[in-house]
């Protein structure tokens, strides 16, 4: 996953990043030429940049891809300017690059481009840099749809190959609530409510991870998360009262515990009707 977002601030493509970056909570910053401060001071200060000692445009672009793993460019047609500056010391240094045209490259097409490359190339530190803001094309807005995707894509991939990680998730925003009450007041008296409550109670992000898994990994999923479960919906002694007017679909055990089960009502539940949660691969 992203550690941190790199970039110089430029109105456009860079500025996208990093707002992309702080709406998301993911650490950001990037070098600027020593003129930056005066030509925008408040645009210093928000993204966290830093100014080097001298005004050369080129060393600063050249730290920028030395403090990351990879650079990312987003832009139109050929490549000048900053953007060919980027990617010609990318490959002096012999550090991975991407070049994404939006004149050839769909938006949600480019953030599958992006989201394998960051993953095949194990990048942590990305930088990004593009086309700045124009006539005629929103490039910042453009830029900050395909970046909010591509951050969703390696949430929910993560999640696939750890997705034992959503017990951490639950645990850290429901352990002080257990302390607040001994008594809960929704307990469920059946599958579908429980399934209900965890509905209202999970994020989107958890949402998201459940919704984009294959239906016969949700049994590694409930291993972690069934000590919620039952903890929440009171299933430690006997599940037999929450288990009454369940029916089993073809395939699937009568025998299963009713966390598992709850489980899978949820993610059913996630597939009819939370249909933004779901990736078309």
């Known amino acids: 996953m992203i550690k941190k977002i790199i970039s110089g601030g430029q109105v456009g493509v860079e500025q996208a990043a990093l707002d992309v970056a702080i709406n998301l909570d993911i650490r950001h910053g990037g070098w600027i030429p020593k003129w930056r401060r005066e030509e925008d001071e408040s645009v210093i200060e928000k993204y966290h940049l830093e100014e ?22 987003i832009s139109q047609g050929d490549l000048a300017a900053s953007s060919a ?23 949600f097409q480019a953030s ?26 929103n ?53 579908d409510q429980a399934a209900d409550i965890l509905l209202s109670r999970l994020s989107f992000k958890e949402k998201s991870k459940i919704a984009n898994m294959e239906k016969k990994k949700l049994a590694r999923l409930t291993s972690s998360l069934q000590v919620y479960i039952k903890n929440e919906f009171r299933l430690w002694e006997d599940d037999e009262e929450i288990m009454r007017t369940y029916r089993p679909d073809p395939g699937e055990d009568p025998d299963d515990h009713a966390s598992l089960v709850i489980v899978r009502e949820l993610w059913k539940k996630l597939q009819k009707s939370n249909k933004v949660l779901k990736v078309v691969k």
């Open 52 to 73: 080097m000692p001298h005004s050369n445009y080129s060393r600063v672009t050249e730290q920028n891809v030395l403090d990351s793993d990879g650079t990312l460019i």
């Open 85 to 107: 500056l980027n990617r010609r010391l990318a490959e002096r240094h012999k550090r991975p690059w991407l070049y994404v045209d939006l004149n050839r490259t769909a938006t």
């Open 112 to 137: 599958q481009t992006i989201q394998e490359w960051i993953l095949s190339h194990r990048i942590r530190m990305l930088n990004i840099t593009g086309a700045k803001e124009g006539i005629g094309l």
């Open 139 to 191: 490039i910042y807005r453009m830029a900050s749809d395909i970046l909010e995707t591509v951050f969703q894509l390696l949430l929910i991939n993560a999640a696939m190959y750890d997705p034992l990680s959503l017990v951490a998730l639950v645990d850290d925003e429901t352990e002080n609530t257990a302390t607040e009450s001994e008594e809960f007041s929704d307990i469920p008296k059946n599958i």
